[in-house]
Nanobody, 124 residues
Framework: QVQLVESGGGLVQAGGSLRLSCAVSGRTFSSYAMGWFRQAPGKERDFVAA????????IYADSVKGRFTISRDIAKNTVYLQMNSLKPEDTAVYYC?????????????????WGQGTQVTVPS
């Protein structure tokens, strides 16, 4: 059973940067895709970015394109989300998720396993 543990959240001023990490334990397969989602208070969980574990191909939400970068380190079994030029509207709990098959996906229901989340706060 895959376990996901996020870290790296915190409070950062607008315009600043943070890097989130997602440590993946358990067996991984080349078919996996890893995603980042976020959920602000009172809102639905939204897609942020995803990466193919084997090929490294990526997709992004329009709201973060050009500011966020998703990457993975296969040797360390870790997925990263580099967040630059942060805005108050980026404030949310950020979740790492694993999609076992079917390639990259934009929808939360497509993902099979979730981490506990890490809080990112960008004061206005």
């Amino acid at each position: 059973q895959v376990q996901l543990v996020e870290s790296g959240g915190g409070l950062v001023q607008a315009g600043g940067s943070l890097r989130l990490s997602c440590a993946v334990s358990g067996r991984t397969f080349s078919s996996y895709a890893m995603g980042w989602f976020r959920q602000a208070p009172g809102k639905e969980r939204d897609f942020v970015a995803a990466i193919s574990w084997s090929y490294g191909s990526t997709i992004y939400a329009d709201s973060v394109k050009g500011r966020f970068t998703i990457s993975r380190d296969i040797a360390k079994n870790t997925v990263y989300l580099q967040m630059n030029s942060l805005k108050p509207e980026d404030t949310a709990v950020y979740y790492c998720a694993a999609k076992y098959s079917g390639g990259l996906g934009y929808q939360a229901y497509e993902y099979d396993r979730w981490g506990q989340g890490t809080q990112v706060t960008v004061p206005s």
